[in-house]
T-cell receptor
Framework: AQSVTQLDSQVPVFEEAPVELRCNYS??????LFWYVQYPNQGLQLLLK??????LVKGINGFEAEFNKSQTSFHLRKPSVHISDTAEYFC???????????FGSGTKLNVKP | GAGVSQSPSNKVTEKGKDVELRCDPI?????LYWYRQRLGQGLEFLIY????????KSGLPSDRFSAERTGESVSTLTIQRTQQEDSAVYLC?????????????FGPGTRLTVL
């Protein structure tokens, strides 16, 4: 069975500090990996995705994520956060050749001034 | 262009009543997904439509839940005899193609409260 685990439900951080949001998955087949962001009172939107190739993926708003196959992880990072990054972040996986997406429980990033 | 829209944005109903939730996907998008998001939890897959193929209903939690989609247009999710545990935000997403590499485009959701 496939599953996605986001280890931290909430991450408080001060403005301009670095942040890492953790995501681990389990799957017996190849996966594609996604991070979605939900800003307050808005719908989910894609932040970045890993399909193949370089394991370091860059997304919008200065975020990046690294796919680590051996550790089955896809952690999201940003070197310096801004107040406007306050949002909920969801990690998701889809299976190769199977159109279903599995989402983690989300991590609320709270950036403090 | 217009994004995915959902209606109503909020729905309060009494236990035992039926409710119908609507999703308008982005025009031309082949695939459409429904998810449920309970408070403090992640997105739970409910059902998936791909063009004119038979839908994947494997995520529907009970036979009180059903959904329809005509071609590549509007979809409705119906919950019969609502229960308090049905209270959640119901999200709809559409994708341009029906492939697992696609980006999902989400609607704003319908917040359902069952009293």
């Amino acid at each position: 069975a496939q599953s996605v685990t986001q280890l931290d439900s909430q991450v408080p951080v001060f403005e301009e500090a670095p942040v890492e949001l953790r995501c681990n998955y389990s799957s017996s087949v190849s996966v594609y990996l996604f991070w979605y962001v939900q800003y307050p009172n808005q719908g989910l939107q894609l932040l970045l995705k890993y399909l193949s190739g370089s394991t370091l993926v860059k997304g919008i708003n200065g975020f990046e994520a690294e796919f680590n196959k051996s550790q089955t992880s896809f952690h999201l990072r940003k070197p310096s956060v801004h107040i406007s990054d306050t949002a909920e972040y969801f990690c998701a996986v889809s299976l190769y050749n199977f159109n279903k997406f599995y989402f983690g429980s989300g991590t609320k990033l709270n950036v403090k001034p | 262009g217009a994004g995915v829209s959902q209606s109503p944005s909020n729905k309060v109903t009494e236990k035992g009543k039926d409710v119908e939730l609507r999703c308008d996907p982005i025009s031309g998008h082949t695939a459409l997904y429904w998810y449920r998001q309970r408070l403090g939890q992640g997105l739970e897959f409910l059902i998936y439509f791909q063009g004119n193929s038979a839908p994947d209903k494997s995520g529907l939690p009970s036979d009180r839940f059903s959904a329809e989609r005509t071609g590549e247009s509007v979809s409705t999710l119906t919950i019969q005899r609502t229960q308090q545990e049905d209270s959640a935000v119901y999200l709809c997403a559409s994708t341009p193609l029906a492939v697992s590499t696609d980006t999902q485009y989400f609607g704003p959701g319908t917040r359902l409260t069952v009293l």
